[in-house]
T-cell receptor
Framework: GENVEQHPSTLSVQEGDSAVIKCTYS??????FPWYKQELGKRPQLIID?????GEKKDQRIAVTLNKTAKHFSLHITETQPEDSAVYFC???????????FGSGTRLQVQP | DTAVSQTPKYLVTQMGNDKSIKCEQN?????MYWYKQDSKKFLKIMFS???????INETVPNRFSPKSPDKAHLNLHINSLELGDSAVYFC???????????????FGAGTRLSVL
């Protein structure tokens, strides 16, 4: 099965700063790499994803970069705002089980 | 219209009781899941069903039994509830993309189970 590590576990930034969260995975056959955001008391929701034939994908203030050789991918949030405060999960696809394996989560706090 | 709905939203019960959580999706998806999220926010998959067939059955106690009467429904029954079962249980669904790496999961709002 897929082993997933996510760092850091908590991240505090000032509003307007950038935030980067990194995820490493073990399954070299993994080919789909999403990030989910979970606000306090709410359900996890997909915010951005990338497939293995692409190295970077951007959507307004968020971006995901993938390094397949090193088996890690990262979430980048620029110009952070208080509403970005949430727990973020990486969830690379475990090709054997055809299911996502969620990382342990990163609690991002954006200070106004 | 709610895409993935689960009931109840809150469940408070005594140790030893049996309880069920229901989940329904109206997205036309063919795969449904149950996840457990503990107090530290770890999100662990418990079960997944594809077209009513059990695909993933993680190491969970036999007291947990999923049932999928059709593609749109996946219920979770828990027998002899224990204190450690207290958590938020999320249902989710996705569609299988044959030949295309993709697995967007849509989550329900969660059921907060408290065992006293």
């Amino acid at each position: 099965g897929e082993n997933v590590e996510q760092h850091p576990s908590t991240l505090s930034v000032q509003e307007g700063d950038s935030a980067v969260i990194k995820c490493t995975y073990s399954d070299s056959a993994s080919n789909y790499f999403p990030w989910y955001k979970q606000e306090l008391g709410k359900r996890p929701q997909l915010i951005i994803d990338i497939r293995s034939n692409v190295g970077e994908k951007k959507d307004q203030r968020i971006a995901v970069t993938l390094n397949k050789t090193a088996k890690h991918f990262s979430l980048h949030i620029t110009e952070t705002q208080p509403e970005d405060s949430a727990v973020y999960f990486c969830a690379p696809m475990d090709t054997g089980r055809r299911a996502l394996t969620f990382g342990s989560g990163t609690r991002l706090q954006v200070q106004p | 219209d709610t895409a993935v709905s689960q009931t109840p939203k809150y469940l408070v019960t005594q140790m030893g009781n049996d309880k069920s959580i229901k989940c329904e999706q109206n997205l036309g998806h063919d795969t449904m899941y149950w996840y457990k999220q503990d107090s530290k926010k770890f999100l662990k998959i418990m079960f997944s069903y594809n077209n009513k067939e059990l695909i993933i059955n993680e190491t969970v106690p036999n007291r947990f039994s999923p049932k999928s009467p059709d593609k749109a429904h996946l219920n979770l029954h828990i027998n002899s509830l224990e204190l450690g079962d207290s958590a938020v249980y999320f249902c989710a669904s996705s569609v299988t993309h044959r030949g295309l790496a993709k697995n967007i999961q849509y989550f329900g709002a969660g059921t907060r189970l408290s065992v006293l």
